[in-house]
């Protein structure tokens, strides 16, 4: 079975050196894409430094480094899809020349020789290339060529300079911004903008961004081609402060729940977000049917993502203790349930029968994404088909095995028109995969371990 990721990714350069911290902080803002290991890497008396491990930001990475002082890092936290969280798999990667930290799925890795992962196929594939006489723009050029897929990718050699690299497709969001004299790329502005800095754009699809010492000195656009964005970024994935090329991301989700609240009315006293990422989508269908919010879920401090763990049994351990319950809130009323999406059905299910238990009258379930039926390999870990709770029943079949009064989804027009742009991929959705190749998709779920 093969690992991928989906990650978050940050860089900083200086003309002078500063502490790493700006980099750890960085970091930690972008946990929630990935929790189960982290990484930095820098440069030391000019050799490259990394100190990765497994866990959260704080458990994974040596704070002691944070004091140290370096021109030119990158750092990355990661999500593993194999069940297996793996040291050697970590982020960033490095040969002693080239470093490399990335967010998504290269889909044709495979095709390149025998990786374990998509990511030491990047580093393999540009060293070799450096090795080899190109430099490295030249190496990233040539990469871009043939690697298809999600990537926003980092790499930095051992003179420290840096570049920023959004696929041509620009399915994986990646910002440029600026931190006092330091220039920051990240996943999401709003992790520059809470270490005080300020965004200075979002990198085109295709766009690469050399950055030396606090400088930019290479700006370019490889091989751009039709901008499929992951719309999961809007739905699920970024945090709600973030911005993806100009949409900001909260103002996409009230419309999801504002459309979801006129097109798929339900019969509720009270409107009840699956927190956290259903908040704004909840406070749409609220406003948009009148209907009053409640918070009737609280989140526990310690609760990781749900879906981000790695494996079942995992993910349900995970959910026993992810939501406290207002029973003043639930009891004896008609709730209308938003969820930002239903993937497996765990979260929903036990949800729904503690909600019974603490008293709700009947309960509706709303979902601000239409109905997840095909897995994703441009860097989001769906899982096979097999356990998509939507692959193989409708609306009605679902909700009798969630156990809810009724349930209905956003269609994908919809979906389309709340986040407010037609540059996206909808994939999981209707099973069109916006890739360059031609793929057996059978052959990719075993690649991918989805079977
Ligand atoms: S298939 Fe779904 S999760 Fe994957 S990139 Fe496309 S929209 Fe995002």
Known sequence: MYLKE?????????????????????????QHRGEESAGISYLEAGKVKLNRG??????????????????????????????????????????????????????????????????????DFISKEVKEGKTLIEAIRHFMEVADGAYSLLVMDIKGDIYAVRDPQGFRPLVLGRVNNAIVVASEDSAIRQLGGIKLKDLSPGEVIGIREGNIFLNEIVNSS??????????????????????????????????????????????????????????????????????????????????????????????????????????GK??????????????MRRLISRLRSAGAKEIHVRVGSPMIKYPCYMGIDFPSASELIARSKNEEKISKEIGSDSLEFLTVDEMISAIGTTSLCDACFTGNYPLKGNYNFSSLDKIFGKV
């Open 334 to 347: 008609s709730l209308v349930l938003i969820d930002d999406s239903i993937v497996r059905g765990n979260t």
């Open 226 to 331: 039709r901008k499929t964005t992951c719309a999961f970024e809007f739905i699920y994935f970024s945090r709600a402060d973030s911005s993806i090329d100009g949409n900001p991301v909260y103002i996409s989700r009230i419309r999801l729940g504002e459309i979801l609240a006129k097109k798929h009315p339900a019969p509720g006293e009270v409107v009840v977000p699956v927190p956290d990422s259903s908040r704004p989508i909840a406070l749409g269908f609220s406003r948009a049917s009148g209907i009053p919010l409640e918070e009737a879920l609280i989140r526990t401090i310690s609760s990781k993502r749900s879906f981000i763990m790695p494996t079942q049994e995992a993910r349900i351990e995970a959910l026993k203790e992810k939501f406290g319950i207002v029973e003043s809130a639930v009891k």
């Open 6 to 30: 989906h990650c978050g990714v940050i860089a900083v350069s200086s003309a002078s050196p500063l502490p790493l911290k700006l980099t750890y902080e960085g970091l930690k803002l972008l």
């Open 54 to 123: 497994l866990g959260l930001v704080e458990e994974a990475i040596d704070k002691a480094i944070i004091l140290s002082y370096t021109t030119s890092s990158i750092g990355h936290v990661r999500y593993s899809t194999s069940g297996v969280s793996d040291i050697s798999e970590a982020q960033p990667m490095s040969d002693g020349y080239v470093t490399v930290a990335f967010n998504g799925t290269i889909t044709n890795f495979f095709k390149f020789g025998n990786y374990p992962t998509d990511t030491s196929f990047i580093l």
